[in-house]
């Protein structure tokens, strides 16, 4: 079956840029989480969203948003870009969410910023 | 929140065990988690075990919960080359917390 498809897989952008990544999970998944991973901080979680809806939040400022559209897929965005958000960026998908059903990691989009 | 703490970085030679530990300070966490991560690839769940075991044994993988203490550890039997990654512990309540991951080297 297929996996977690994110796209794209690498990205180059300049400081005060937006940026859109996306996260097709595995059908029937709906529960969606991003994930921004940086040899300093590890994974730091970004947001869920079930149902088209943002469900559990973390600590990142307002310059990252996500959605989730009908068919599960889900983007994030980053406004403003700065050179700190250089990062591996992961999305995972799950059926219902939470630590009770298993997660699949995309392969992730590599950002970086200059 | 969760914190999860892990060790950075293990040396081992091929055909020895492995055993990487973590650390987690979130005693409702209901899961706990072991990810692998290879280069250039996302995270893929290796094992996993209830707060209500003690121990789980997979094949090669052996996962130990002491919960007083509040650690993990995953013990990785007859050492691969294959199994030169990084590995990561996640827990947590709801949303699982990832440890920095701990880079696993195995050499000749």
């Known amino acids: 079956k297929a996996g977690v498809t994110q796209t794209p897989r690498y990205l180059i952008k300049t400081r005060g840029q937006q940026v859109t990544l996306s996260c097709s999970p595995i059908s029937g998944h709906r529960s969606v989480s991003w994930y921004q991973q940086t040899p300093g901080q590890g994974l730091q979680f970004l947001f869920e969203y079930f149902s088209e809806t943002q469900r559990n939040k973390g600590n990142f400022p307002g310059r990252f948003s996500g959605r989730q559209f009908s068919n599960s897929r889900s983007e994030m965005n980053v406004s403003t870009l700065e050179l700190g958000d250089s990062a591996l960026y992961l999305c995972?998908?799950?059926?219902?969410?939470?630590?009770?059903?298993?997660?699949?990691f995309g392969q992730g989009t590599r950002l970086t910023v200059v | 929140g969760e914190d999860v703490e892990q060790s950075l970085f293990l040396s081992v030679r091929e055909g020895d065990s492995s055993v990487i530990n973590c650390t987690y300070t979130d005693s409702s966490s209901t899961y706990l988690y072991w990810y692998k991560q290879e280069p250039g690839a996302g995270l893929q769940l290796l094992t996993y075990?209830?707060?209500?075991?003690d121990m789980k044994q997979d094949q090669r993988l052996t996962v130990l919960l002491n919960k007083k203490d509040k650690h993990l550890s995953l013990r990785i039997a007859d050492t691969q080359t294959g199994d030169s990654a990084i590995y990561f512990c996640a827990g947590g309540s709801y949303i699982p917390t990832f440890g920095r991951g701990t880079s696993l080297i195995v050499h000749p």
């Open positions: 075990i209830f707060s209500n075991m």
């Open positions: 995972a998908a799950s059926r219902g969410g939470g630590m009770n059903t298993e997660a699949f």
